[in-house]
């Protein structure tokens, strides 16, 4: 059973950083792709971030890039999501999740088999 559990977020101002965690269990993750993605009220999941488990390749949103970094500790088996310069349109719960039999590293939250409960992330203006 694969179980993934998200922490790290909460409220900030604009222009402020938060660290999101997501420490996964249950399989051997070492071929997988790992992704963040984030709903906002009223609006479709979107996708944020991910990364290779094996080679750490990684791939972003045009709306984060430059100001989120997605990485993996091998050794916790926890991805994290660092964003920097965060905008009140970054308001949103952010998920992880991860993909089994990847392709690529896609950005459709129907390519993803395993979602963690989520973690709130608010930033005020």
């Known amino acids: 059973q694969v179980q993934l559990v998200e922490s790290g977020g909460g409220l900030v101002q604009a222009g402020g950083s938060l660290r999101l965690s997501c420490v996964a269990s249950?399989?051997?993750?070492?071929?997988?792709?790992m992704g963040w993605f984030r709903q906002a009220p009223g609006k479709e999941r979107e996708f944020v971030a991910a990364?290779?488990?094996?080679?750490?390749?990684?791939r972003y949103a045009d709306s984060v890039k430059g100001r989120f970094t997605i990485s993996r500790d091998n050794a916790k088996n926890t991805v994290y999501l660092q964003m920097n310069s965060l905008k009140p349109e970054d308001t949103a719960v952010y998920y992880c999740?991860?993909?089994?039999?990847?392709?690529?590293?896609?950005?459709?939250?129907?390519?993803?088999?395993?979602w963690g409960q989520g973690t709130q992330v608010t930033v005020s203006s």
């Open positions: 999740a991860v993909d089994i039999a990847p392709g690529g590293l896609s950005v459709l939250p129907g390519s993803y088999n395993y």
């Open positions: 249950g399989r051997t993750f070492s071929r997988y792709v």
């Open positions: 990364i290779r488990w094996t080679s750490g390749s990684t």
